[in-house]
């Protein structure tokens, strides 16, 4: 009987994965001019705003200078210490920054999200709901390039 690591990847390899007719993909800007956000799957928020719900397709805007955030997730097996340790270990605001400052990036984005990562086993209302109104929120804002950090 596989465990760990092996188990988790051999019950998501039976897992149903959307197929697109085409792809959407539009050129961004060179980096050094793109604005830039986080799309984290860590299940952050704000503390002032309500946490995640078991089964939770929502997400959760983030303002740049926000600091003040939670861990959301409730599972025993996730591993807490790096975020207790370094909040940018799933959300890498100060990195972006860094890079803003540097050159690297044009602009850090004025908002971000964050999504639950323990998803339904279809994820049909993220693909054709809250995923989509999150693209239109980060497209308000000039966003051109996304930092996924999934976890």
């Not at 790096?82 to 050159?103: C, Q, S």
Request: net charge negative; charged share 20%.
């Amino acid at each position: 009987m596989p465990t760990g690591d092996q188990a988790m990847r051999e019950f998501a390899s039976g897992l149903p994965v959307p197929e697109f007719a085409e792809t959407a993909f539009t050129p961004p800007p060179a980096l050094a001019e793109a604005t830039v956000a986080i799309v984290t799957s860590a299940a952050i928020h704000p503390e002032h705003e309500e946490a995640f719900a078991a089964g939770d397709t929502s997400f959760r805007v983030i303002e740049s200078a926000e600091r003040g955030l939670k861990l959301g997730h409730w599972s025993p097996n996730f591993d807490r210490s790096g975020f207790a340790a370094d909040l940018n270990v799933v959300y890498p605001i100060d990195r972006l920054e860094e890079m803003r400052a540097e050159g690297a990036i044009g602009a850090v984005a004025p908002r971000h999200i964050s999504f639950a990562g323990n998803q339904p086993d279809d994820v049909s209302t993220l693909r054709l709901d809250s995923g989509p109104a999150a693209a239109e929120l980060l497209k308000s804002d000039g966003v051109d390039v996304v930092l996924l950090t999934p976890v």
